[in-house]
């Protein structure tokens, strides 16, 4: 038996025990950030997330992920009660109460707020939103690749919860993870509704084919900002990357995979379904795209 991992596994930090959570516009003590059992979010998963990075004293890709947020926050008809300026304010605020300079990931979460009646109705969540920051010290540290298995569970159709939308209500992808633990591996390979490979339960997924870079088409699967400047840094660099429908037989075939995603940039794949990805180790194009990606970010947040 191989130890539990996950994609989100971080270096143990003590400093975390002491953090301090922005909440509706106070910063408090982790003990005392508490919400109430009628909020919209607890209740029925009703609200929206980003999570970001710290380097070096700057929130990476600012600007997209406060575009992903109002975008997402609009179509779910939720108003966050701040603007943008107003949003990037409470990062830093939280950021200098908490004294971080780098290596820290903020959850940022904004609820539809809290219930007069517990029951679904959005009209019910009249007090305003509840909005909290968790930022907490975090180095991903990852003492192997990772081990996926393919589940049952399907990204669905746009129509029904949009897989683009970073809704706190994450079972599917919940369920989805369960399944893949229970069959040995770390994390869940989820399909799309025709079957081909899409995107596991928390990160978006990429394999490497005689020196080509292969991801989904994106037409199931979160708009991910990391999966997004990794497909520009492959175009940039003469590195040829396909958004394209691939099935499991290409994808055990595969040379490499990798995963990508804010908390841990690029996260190599070593076993799909029991199956051995090329080495089973992280392979030269992750690491290649892991290189450019650093640089990115240096040049991002220098
Ligand atoms: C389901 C899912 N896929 C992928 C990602 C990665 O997106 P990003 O690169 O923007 O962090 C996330 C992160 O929020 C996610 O929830």
């Known amino acids: 038996m191989t130890k539990k991992m996950s994609t989100h596994q971080a ?23 508490k919400v109430s059992v009628y909020d919209s979010g607890f209740m029925l998963g009703d609200g929206v997330w980003e999570g970001l990075r710290l380097y070096n004293g700057t929130w990476a890709f600012m600007d997209e992920h406060l575009d992903r947020l109002f975008e997402a926050a609009k179509a779910i008809d939720l108003d966050i009660g701040l603007d943008r ?32 009646r517990p029951f679904q109705h959005p009209s019910l969540s009249q007090q305003g939103p509840t909005m909290t920051i968790i930022m907490e010290h975090s180095r991903p540290n990852l003492p192997r690749p990772i081990k996926l298995a393919t589940v049952p569970h399907i990204r669905g159709l746009p129509m029904s919860q949009d897989p683009k939308l970073n809704s706190h209500s994450k079972l599917n992808c919940i369920i989805a993870c369960i399944a893949a633990e229970k069959a040995g591996a770390d994390e869940a390979l989820m399909l799309d509704v025709n079957g081909f490979v899409n995107t596991t339960n928390a990160c978006n997924f990429f394999i490497v084919r005689k020196g080509e870079v292969w ?10 900002i990391t999966r997004q400047k990794v497909i520009d840094l492959c175009r940039e660099n003469g590195i040829p990357v396909h958004e394209r429908n691939y099935s499991l037989v290409d994808t ?16 190599p794949v070593g076993e799909i379904d029991g199956r051995q990805i090329g080495s089973g180790q992280m392979g030269p194009m992750t690491e290649r795209i892991r ?10 947040c220098a």
């Open 252 to 267: 055990y075939g595969a040379d490499e995979a990798f995963l990508t995603g804010t908390f841990g940039a690029q996260t």
């Open 215 to 224: 991801t989904s088409t994106g037409d199931y699967c979160m708009n991910g």
């Open 291 to 300: 290189s450019l990606y650093k640089n990115l970010i240096e040049k991002e």
């Open 11 to 33: 270096e143990e930090d003590r400093r975390n025990d002491e953090i301090l959570i922005y909440l509706n516009g106070e910063i408090v003590p982790k003990a005392e950030a």
């Open 85 to 116: 300026e107003g949003v990037e304010n409470a990062l830093l605020e939280t950021q200098t109460a908490n004294g971080m300079t780098t290596d820290a990931h903020a959850r940022l979460m904004v609820t539809r707020g809290v219930k007069t």
